[in-house]
């Protein structure tokens, strides 16, 4: 059987009639995902009756004898309980007293029990766990989907977001989900009680601390449109944002960068300007980069810049990208202003070299 998605999840857990199966086994690389998929199981299993009849462990520190008690003990003043065990790729490292224990568990589950496996992200799957259990991927979400999410996570939050608060969280952070739902619960600790109606994007500069026209993505577009002075002077005021790095500006930069010039040999090898947004869009369906915003959107700004830019100019641009990348992660005291600006003010002068 296929695994489930999130929403098939959701839908399935919706169904007055149906009852949550014994055993789920969640797995993927979002883990923000995973905690949503175990509130919802949790919910439907236990209800308000969770401080008596749900218990969260991680595998190594389980015994056969601990795993057994949790798994056969009955419910109190409910129908059913939930165990969350997390940790479970390392039951399938190597052959244990636990492992066996598990799996003869899963092969026979308590009914009055929903036990809820958790893997850890990047680890493979155990062939075993996954024949005995509903599997349920969660992986990444596709770029167009981030705005839907994060306007939902922020229902559950009790905050309404305006559209440029949204829009100005995800040029700030962009589709890291983990971050996002940080920022937003900052958000609604501090404007909890202060006032009614929506979060603006106001309130997202003056609580989170980014400011309109001063994200990341601003200073990468500033710098393919070869708008160097501008990208130049947002340097600074992006670095002393929270998390924020030369390293993390250098990623997405040469993201674009590798975009653009992907944009630009399909310009040179004769696709008609007005497909090339989509033959871009569906080449990074396939490749799915990580940290983008709308693919659409993307795709349209690469085949702007493909425009502002030569092959050659794109080749010349990505080695001194690559070049301070590695100055920022071996020099022994990094200068992450200097070489972030030194790199964006150079393109220019690869501008004035090319007239």
């Known amino acids: 059987?296929?695994?489930?998605?999130?929403?098939?999840?959701?839908?399935?857990?919706?169904?007055?009639?149906?009852?949550?199966?014994?055993?789920?086994?969640?797995?993927?690389?979002e883990d923000v995902l995973k905690d949503e998929a175990i509130r919802a199981l949790v919910d439907q299993a236990v209800g308000s009756s969770r401080?008596?009849?749900?218990?969260?462990?991680?595998?190594?520190?389980?015994?056969?004898?601990?795993?057994?008690?949790?798994?056969?003990?009955?419910?109190?003043?409910?129908?059913?309980?939930?165990?969350?065990?997390?940790?479970?790729?390392?039951?399938?490292?190597?052959?244990?007293?636990?492992?066996d224990e598990v799996l003869q568990y899963l092969a026979s589950p308590n009914p009055t029990t929903v036990l809820v496996l958790?893997?850890?992200?990047?680890?493979?799957?155990?062939?075993?766990?996954?024949?005995?259990?509903?599997?349920?991927?969660?992986?990444?979400?596709?770029?167009?989907?981030?705005?839907?999410?994060?306007?939902?996570?922020?229902?559950?939050?009790?905050l309404t977001l305006a559209p440029d608060a949204t829009d100005l969280l995800l040029k700030a952070v962009g589709n890291d989900l983990s971050t996002l739902s940080r920022e937003l619960e900052k958000l609604g600790s501090l404007t909890a009680g202060a006032r009614g109606g929506a979060v603006t994007a106001d309130d997202v500069s003056n609580l989170v601390g980014v400011r309109r026209d001063e994200t990341v993505f601003d200073l990468v577009e500033?710098?393919?449109?070869?708008?160097?002075?501008?990208?130049?002077?947002?340097?600074?005021?992006?670095?002393?944002?929270?998390?924020?790095?030369?390293v993390k500006i250098l990623s997405l930069l040469g993201t674009h960068l590798?975009?653009?010039?992907?944009?630009?040999?399909?310009?040179?090898?004769?696709?008609?300007?007005?497909?090339?947004?989509?033959?871009?869009?569906?080449q990074m369906q396939g490749v799915r980069p990580y940290g983008m915003r709308s693919y659409k959107e993307e795709a349209a700004r690469w085949t702007s810049w493909s425009g502002m830019w030569t092959a050659h100019e794109l080749g010349k641009a990505l080695r001194a990208a690559l070049a301070a990348d590695n100055a920022l992660k071996t020099a022994t005291v990094s200068d992450d202003r200097g070489i972030v600006t030194q790199l964006v003010l150079g393109f220019a002068k690869l501008n004035r070299e090319a007239a």
Do not use: C
């Open 222 to 246: 500033a710098a393919l449109e070869r708008r160097a002075a501008r990208a130049a002077q947002l340097v600074e005021p992006v670095l002393e944002q929270a998390g924020m790095s030369g």
């Open 118 to 158: 958790v893997v850890a992200a990047g680890d493979e799957l155990d062939t075993d766990l996954v024949r005995g259990s509903t599997s349920v991927a969660l992986d990444a979400l596709s770029a167009e989907r981030v705005p839907r999410w994060l306007q939902h996570r922020a229902g559950t939050l009790g």
């Open 51 to 99: 401080d008596f009849n749900l218990d969260v462990r991680f595998a190594p520190d389980l015994t056969p004898e601990s795993f057994n008690a949790l798994v056969n003990t009955p419910p109190m003043m409910a129908d059913r309980r939930a165990v969350v065990i997390r940790g479970v790729e390392q039951l399938g490292k190597r052959k244990t007293k636990l492992r």
């Open 1 to 29: 059987m296929a695994a489930l998605t999130l929403d098939a999840l959701l839908r399935s857990l919706k169904k007055g009639a149906s009852l949550p199966d014994p055993v789920y086994l969640l797995h993927g690389d």
């Open 258 to 282: 590798v975009g653009t010039a992907l944009a630009r040999s399909e310009r040179d090898r004769g696709v008609p300007q007005a497909r090339l947004p989509d033959t871009i869009y569906r």
